[in-house]
């Protein structure tokens, strides 16, 4: 089988990374697959993993009368603040339609297929196929390597951490994040991502200034980091804190919860996939994160828990499934 990933997204977007893990499995099990690249060879399937205009164009282009499949990385509420207001509400819209043309449409998480399985025309396409982990995605770190770590972004080694990883915009939290920490100057604050290079990037203007101009000794922007520098990152924090306001999975979650941290997340719908180890805020976060960061029983429970619980995001039962339903496409467009 010879399958088209389209995925068109930066190297720290989650899509991106997610997309790549799975080519990688699939070759192992006798698939090749093409990231981007090679669009005019003859394909058994098309996989879309991210429905931008200029994607779902290539697609047309270069591949008609492929049978294409996708993946929900995105809905409205995931480019809110990436575009302008006026376009979230032919998004969904937009989305449904192409969903509809798809042999197959693969769910990150129970709120969309609740809210896809209301579509009559999708119903039966739908697979639920949240997002699995790569255990030896990362490699692992000594403590000179984290106390290096540590000494290159100048952290106050007496300070509790406080990490996120995520691209820095509106949607993803960076205000209260910012304003956490002016209230906390106790801990270390941390945010690992770069801010998006979009022309409609809300609030575009203050959160240059805010990463470019911070004065704050216990706020940190690293930039984007990949591999070894990630790893530390998710090793030396005592606390992972993603403050989206909507996330149609969230990789980083369960990357973080396989380091052995505690997560804490705003009480979004995807919390209902990270039941048994995340804790959850409804609006302001600092009385969850004194309890997480200071009462070290309710913190080692927290931890301990991730283990069990990470067990159902098997990366080889994720890639089983998908081969599983590719197969079923290719034989039907056979007939």
Known sequence: MKVLFIVNENPDSGIRVYAEMVAKELLKKGVIVNV????????????????????????????????????????????????????????????????????????????????????????????????????????????????????????????????????????????????????????????VGNIPNLPYLKNKGEINELV??????????????????????????????????????????IEAASFGKPVLIRNIPVKELFKGFVQTYSSIPDEKIIKILEDKKFSKKISKANSKTLKKFSLNKHINILLKEYKKVVKRNKI
């Open 36 to 191: 981007d690249s090679k669009y005019d060879e003859k394909y058994d399937l098309v996989h879309v993993h991210s429905c931008r205009p200029e994607n779902l164009a290539k697609m047309k282009i270069h591949q008609p009368y492929t049978p294409v499949v996708t993946s929900t990385h995105m809905t409205s509420g995931e480019v809110q603040g990436l575009v302008p207001d006026m376009v979230l509400s032919m998004l969904d819209f937009g989305l449904s339609t192409f969903y509809s043309s798809c042999e197959k449409v693969f769910v990150t998480s129970p709120h969309i297929l609740k809210e896809l399985s209301k579509n009559p025309l999708l119903s039966k396409k739908l697979v639920s196929l949240p997002y699995p982990l790569d255990k030896h995605r990362f490699e692992k770190v000594t403590k000179k390597e984290i106390d290096s770590f540590k000494k290159r972004f100048k952290l106050d080694n007496k300070k509790k951490t406080i990490l996120c990883v995520a691209s820095i915009q509106y949607r993803k939290g960076i205000f209260e994040f910012v304003q956490t920490a002016k209230k906390m100057p106790e801990y270390n604050f941390v945010w």
């Open 212 to 253: 470019r101009n911070s004065k704050r000794t216990n706020l940190i922007f690293t930039g984007a980091l990949y591999k070894k520098d990630l790893a530390c990152a998710y090793s030396m924090c005592d606390l992972f804190w993603l403050p989206s306001f909507s996330e149609t999975f969230g990789l980083v979650i």
